[in-house]
């Protein structure tokens, strides 16, 4: 899943999450969402954004802010956070992708046999080469997929393999995957980044540079990194060899560049010293929507707290349920982020049920609406000691929204009793915090805001079972287990479900994690720009391949 900013790809994804199809309609077709008024803290007019006119002229260059800061790697194995997959989904490629609906089509791979449940062979495309011109073989597949398996490289995907026996080389363009299981969520791995086809023997000569300003990247996509001058920028340009004829890139070239600070955000965009920028601040919507072109699409994002340390006060379920019942939902929803978020009830959002609908709604709908409620906040503090002890909460500062809630939320549980303190976090911390438990040190909880990568609920939860690497806290609970365990062998759509929705009550009765809002996915580009549908597909498909000029 992969949260906000560096945003949790589907293992919680953090937004620091297809080959995207380029729009051919002519039209801008848009649903609108809520809206009225302007200015600050009030509802933004919002319109879904579903077709854009497609682009008709070529770009020499643009240039791309990464709203929340520099990547801390681009090793595709890393990419659990929106600051790398925005880049590496525009240059490295997988053996399939996801289109704009979240089906699955052919990349690397041309076809995938499925002789029985637990095979998988996947026949590669013939003629596909690397930028320095060496072919795709099925040595460097297998290679790619034991990197995210390889404890050295302590990769936040290896959970995958949960159900895995063997990943070989079984012919010079076959690749079969064995598992010890039936597992649903198999194929669609390897659309995801972290398993992105890379060239073995130049990952192999750059070691643990791989990835780095220095090491550099050997991938296939119609991007090559190009250079990356740390602190600075990341150029790309287009890759005249793509194998995706299909497809043709109206960009020849693109520099990322990492202002953080939304006000410095806001005069660059304006003044076109950056032609864009994904996740836009809510205090840039008016200037903004005045200069340019502000689109919003249906997400499938989660802004959400999560317990990140049970052996301190939010070990304790009532002191948990007081940080709970702090949260102001609609005023977060109608404030912080002006009508462009919804109320959550749950960690996985409505927009994320691909299957078996009616199962997932029914029990979302059964799910108590959130609401504020600082007089049980009061009683709990009055009753519970630990309720009243001190709690740090860390937020991502580059994120104005995160910030803003983060705050809301600590002034309304410190004023019913409780002593919440706050713990702003750069980029880099963020990133960290995902990495490494000595950056979660003195944490209790985390508010972030993250991202499933395909509409599977399962991909969510999962990450929250025993030993999971997202479970920060180490929540434990048995029957939450094996119902996860149970779906992640069940392949009828149905039963997974079902299995799902009850883990889905656990974990929420338990509050280790305390669903917030879903935001929507937002995108600014200039009005000499066009061919973005915002989707939450651009952490890992070429989106740089849909824009062109007017």
Avoid at 6 to 27: D, F, I, M, Y
């Amino acid at each position: 899943m992969k949260s906000s900013v560096p945003t949790t790809r589907s293992t919680p994804r953090r937004r620091g999450l297809a080959v995207a199809a380029v729009a051919t309609v002519a039209t801008l077709a848009a649903c609108s969402s809520p809206s009225s008024g302007g200015g600050a803290g009030s509802a933004f007019d919002a319109k879904i954004t579903t077709d854009v006119p497609a682009p008709t002229t070529d770009v020499a260059e643009v240039t791309w802010n990464l709203a929340t800061g520099e990547p801390p790697t681009l090793d595709p194995a890393q990419s659990a956070l929106e600051n790398i997959s925005t880049v590496v989904g525009n240059v490295c490629e997988g053996l399939f992708t996801y289109d704009a609906d979240y089906g699955l089509q052919p990349a690397l791979a041309e076809s995938v046999d499925h002789p029985d449940d637990l095979t998988y062979v996947f026949t590669l495309r013939q003629g596909v080469t690397f930028w320095d011109g060496a072919p795709v073989t099925a040595e460097d597949v297998v290679y790619s997929i034991d990197r995210v398996l390889d404890p050295a490289n302590a990769s936040p995907w290896a959970a995958w393999a949960i159900n895995l026996q063997s990943v070989a080389v079984t012919s010079p363009d076959t690749v079969t995957v064995t598992l010890n299981r039936p597992d649903p969520l198999v194929e669609g791995v390897f659309a995801l980044p972290a398993f992105v086809v890379v060239e073995k023997a130049y990952a192999e000569q750059a070691g643990a540079a791989f990835g780095t300003a220095g090491g550099g990247l050997m991938c296939t996509g119609p991007y090559e990194l190009d250079s990356w001058t740390q602190g600075q920028d990341i150029v790309l340009t287009r890759n005249p060899d793509w194998w995706n004829t299909d497809v043709t890139p109206r960009v020849d070239k693109a520099t990322f560049t990492f202002v953080t600070d939304p006000s410095a955000q806001i005069a660059s965009l304006r003044s076109g010293e950056t032609d864009g920028q994904w996740i836009i601040p809510t205090s840039a919507y008016d200037q903004l929507s005045e200069s340019g072109d502000l689109l919003f699409g249906e997400s499938l994002q989660t802004s959400f707290i999560s317990v990140t340390d049970l052996t301190g006060p939010l070990g304790d379920p009532e002191a948990r349920e007081a940080l709970r019942e702090a949260v102001d939902y609609q005023g977060i929803s109608q404030s912080v982020y002006r009508g462009t978020a919804q109320p959550l009830k749950a960690l996985v959002p409505p927009s994320a049920y691909g299957y078996s609908t009616d199962t997932y709604e029914a029990a979302y709908d059964a799910l108590p609406e959130p609401a504020q409620d600082l007089d049980r906040v009061a009683e709990i503090t009055a009753d519970d000691e630990a309720a009243t002890q001190p709690v740090t909460l860390a937020y991502l500062a580059a994120s104005d929204e995160d910030t803003r809630s983060a705050t809301a939320i600590a002034d309304a549980a410190n004023q019913g009793g409780m002593d919440v303190q706050l713990k702003p976090l750069s980029p880099p911390e963020f990133g960290a915090f995902f990495t490494s438990p000595d950056s979660r040190q003195g944490v209790d909880a985390l508010l972030s805001t993250g991202y499933l990568d395909t509409p599977e609920p399962l991909t969510y939860y999962q990450f929250f079972a025993t030993g999971s690497f997202y479970n920060f806290g180490g929540w434990s609970n048995a029957d939450y287990d094996a119902l996860i365990a149970q779906a992640q062998t069940t392949t009828d759509d149905d039963e997974r479900a079902d299995l799902v929705t009850r883990a889905q009550a656990i974990i929420l009765d338990a509050g280790v994690v305390m669903p917030v809002v879903q935001p929507d996915t937002s995108v600014y580009h200039g009005s000499d720009l066009t061919g973005l549908v915002p989707r939450q597909s651009y952490f890992y498909t070429p989106w740089l391949t849909q824009l062109g000029g007017v």
